[in-house]
């Protein structure tokens, strides 16, 4: 059953992959229309998530996110099955670089860095792109699928246009290959806002009204490999079109006190949904922890 789903989802995405830019945006709205008033798909989730977010705004602004969110999620779907036919100068059309000057400079500097991603804009196509922003060797840290099937049509989806055996890096083994890779200058994507275990290890703060822990492994990782840390903001300007913005959160994590990586990467996530509230991913059970009286 496992193969036959599939081959089913598989199939749909070779049928996304082959409509026409012009064409796309009709199906997101055709997929936007059943998830959303049929399927009813995470409502209560998204719901819940908005509401406790944004405790300063009336339902009907609340309706107009979540609709413009699940509008967004669509898009967001249907773009990510296009990379499977896209070629590299059509998709540089769709995301614009507003500042590569600051990879570029951290490159001539000697630096290899940690660009830090939440779950905003299309974080599958920055990953696309990412190796034409610097001569950094880029790559990208993910998390393994547990079935063959799915892990390898995801690493064919994200594998860069450069086809680079490298630019994948399983989370488990992430620290180790790093480390082999120290004469390099490397770029190394991180999407570091899912939600983690929800233990004392992990990094505890406010985040949107609420108690919120958060992967410490971006700055554990930032401070031993010394790499700089940057945050990618990527806003949607318009439906199919990107501006990403390079933020330095630190050049020297070394220098930093314990904490200020992760506090600055959360505060700017905040910030960036506060700006654009329909950008982030709702659906995500982001809150199931609760801190303990113990943690920090």
């Known amino acids: 059953m496992k193969k036959i789903g599939f081959w089913f989802v598989k199939g749909i995405a070779f049928m996304i992959s082959i409509t026409p830019f012009s064409l796309l945006y009709l199906r997101s709205d055709c997929y936007c229309f059943l998830l959303y008033h049929l399927i009813r798909y995470r409502r209560k989730v998204v719901r819940e998530n908005l509401v406790k977010s944004f405790p300063e705004k009336s339902p009907k602004e609340i309706k107009r996110i979540e609709r413009r969110f699940y509008r967004n999620f669509c898009d967001l779907v249907v773009e990510t ?19 590569p000057k600051l990879m570029c400079d951290l490159y001539e500097r000697g630096r290899s860095v940690f660009t830090a991603i939440p779950h905003s804009g299309n974080w599958e196509w920055y990953g696309k792109m990412m190796h034409s922003v610097s001569p950094h060797k880029a790559s990208a840290i993910y998390k393994r699928i547990k079935d063959p099937n799915f892990e390898s049509f995801m690493k064919q989806l994200r594998k860069n246009f450069n086809n680079d055996q490298e630019d994948m890096i399983e989370s488990s083994v992430a620290l180790k290959t790093l480390v082999r890779r120290k004469d390099l200058r490397n770029a190394i994507l991180i999407v570091a806002d899912q939600s983690p275990r929800g233990v004392a290890s992990d990094y505890w703060t406010e985040f949107l009204h609420r108690d919120t822990c958060w992967f410490y492994g971006l700055e554990k990782m930032a401070k031993f490999l010394d790499y700089a840390v940057v945050f990618v903001e990527m806003q949607r300007v318009r439906r199919g079109y990107y501006d990403v913005t390079f933020k330095l959160i630190c050049e020297d994590p070394k220098s930093t006190e314990e904490g200020f990586i ?4 959360v505060r700017h996530i905040e910030r960036s949904i506060q700006n654009n509230p329909d950008n982030w991913l709702w659906s995500h059970r982001r809150w199931k922890h609760s801190r303990q009286p113990e943690q920090p």
């Open 81 to 99: 099955c296009k990379l499977l036919r896209v070629k590299p100068d059509e998709l540089s059309r769709h995301v614009h670089f507003t500042n």
């Open 262 to 265: 992760m506090e600055q990467y």
